[in-house]
C-alpha cells in the first residue's frame, strides 16, 4: 500500500496550491480520506476529510473557506485546493487512509492507519 503526497511549493501569501495523493494497493474506493499537516516545531493537526463516495467532507476551522479536498475514485487520487495561502499554512502535508472512520475521530490521526510522506508547503509573507 502506498499514498504519494505532490504538489507542494513555494508560493506567496493569497496565492494558491493544488496537492494530489495518488493510492496504490488499496481498494480505493473503499477508503476514507484526510489530509493532514504539521509545521516545524508543532504537532500534527488535521486540515480535511472525505468520505469513500466523495458525498460528505469535513475542514478544519482553520482552513474553512480557503481549502478544498475532493477525490477521483477512477484515478484513485484525493485532492486539496489550497486558495487564499496564508504563511501560517507553511507545513508538510501528509494524506491518510483508513477503512472505516467514525464522526467523532475523523479528525483524528489515529483513525488513520495508512500514511504517505508528505510534500512540503511553505507560503512566503
Known amino acids: 500500500v502506498q499514498l504519494q503526497a505532490s504538489g507542494g511549493g513555494l508560493v506567496q501569501a493569497g496565492g494558491s496550491l493544488r496537492l494530489s495523493c495518488a493510492a496504490s494497493g488499496l481498494t480505493f474506493r473503499s477508503y476514507d480520506m484526510a489530509w493532514f499537516r504539521q509545521a516545524p516545531g508543532k504537532d500534527r493537526e488535521f486540515v480535511a476529510a472525505?468520505?469513500?463516495?466523495?458525498?460528505?467532507?469535513y475542514v478544519a476551522d482553520s482552513v474553512k473557506g480557503r481549502f478544498t479536498m475532493s477525490r477521483d475514485n477512477a484515478q484513485n487520487t484525493v485532492f486539496l485546493q489550497m486558495d487564499s495561502l496564508k504563511p501560517e499554512d507553511t507545513a508538510n502535508y501528509y494524506c491518510?487512509?483508513?477503512?472505516?472512520?467514525?464522526?467523532?475521530?475523523?479528525?483524528?490521526?489515529?483513525?488513520?492507519?495508512?500514511w504517505g510522506l508528505g510534500t512540503l508547503v511553505t507560503v512566503s509573507s
Open positions: 472525505i468520505r469513500k463516495t466523495g458525498g460528505v467532507t
Open positions: 491518510a487512509a483508513s477503512r472505516t472512520t467514525i464522526l467523532s475521530t475523523i479528525r483524528s490521526g489515529a483513525a488513520y492507519n495508512t
